[in-house]
């Protein structure tokens, strides 16, 4: 499968600040990148899907100016938390998919975002 | 709506013995399923997929799911677990997106 990569694997910040994820497809171009956040003992919700060049499609609830998506290549989007707050601490998954792969999405390890 | 449903939370069961994971989906038409399996500090990887071809679907590590459509359900099973199937699992109903079960953590005791 395809090697999808997370980083920083874990951050801690303040209340107020902002945190960027960065996630990487490293042996493929992905032509669309998914966001998922994952609360503790409960499963991945859709936040975000999005196309590379053009504007990310949220789910119903999420905030598009709370998590702003950039997918600005094919090999790399990144979710940026703004503002954060003890609630926004989750667990925050991408994964990649490309037609040529029938679709199937590879899932990066995650990164756990602890807001104090 | 298309939704799965995972029946137990938690799972525990003997190295050696067989492992069974229970999911039910509900679908108006012939669904898209599958089981992912989740490592600590490792991303999700695809078991086995059904996509109303074989109804018995053989997958990755000696894991099998068969859809059943009379009983609305695609249980994954494997005859032995071994200490390395310890993850949790998640069951997957795929349309134009993914929808996750809520998981089964399936704990293997020596």
């Known amino acids: 499968g395809a090697v999808v990569s997370q980083h920083p694997s874990r951050v801690i910040c303040k209340s107020g600040t902002s945190v960027k994820i960065e996630c990487r497809s490293l042996d493929f171009q992905a032509t669309t ?26 789910e119903q609830g999420v905030e598009k100016d709370k998590f702003l998506i950039n997918h600005a290549s094919l090999t790399l989007s ?3 938390v703004t ?29 756990r975002l602890t807001v104090l | 709506a298309q939704s799965v449903t995972q029946l137990d939370s938690h799972v525990s ?36 997929k059904y996509t109303s071809a074989a109804t018995l679907v053989k997958g990755i590590n000696g894991f099998e799911a068969e859809f059943k459509k009379s009983e609305t359900s695609f249980h994954l099973t494997k005859p032995s ?3 390395s ?5 998640f069951c997957v109903y795929n349309t134009d997106k993914l929808i996750f079960g809520t998981g089964t953590r399936l704990q293997v005791f020596p």
């Not at chain 1, 859709?46 to 590379?52: C, D, F, I, Q, V």
């Not at chain 2, 898209?32 to 990887?45: A, D, E, R, T």
């Open chain 1, 33 to 58: 990148m998914f966001w998922y956040r994952q609360f503790p003992k409960q499963s991945l919700m859709l936040m975000a899907t999005s196309n590379e060049g053009s504007k990310a499609t949220y």
């Open chain 1, 78 to 80: 990144t979710l940026t």
């Open chain 1, 83 to 111: 503002s954060a707050h003890p609630e926004d601490s989750s667990f925050y998954i991408c994964s990649t998919s490309r037609a040529a792969l029938n679709y199937e999405q590879f899932f990066g390890p995650g990164t």
């Open chain 2, 13 to 48: 069961v003997s190295e050696g013995t067989p492992v069974l994971l229970r999911c039910n989906y509900s679908s108006s038409y012939s669904p898209s399923l599958f089981w992912y399996v989740q490592h600590p500090n490792k991303g999700l990887q695809l078991l086995l």
């Open chain 2, 81 to 83: 677990a071994h200490m």
């Open chain 2, 85 to 89: 199937d310890a993850a949790e699992y």
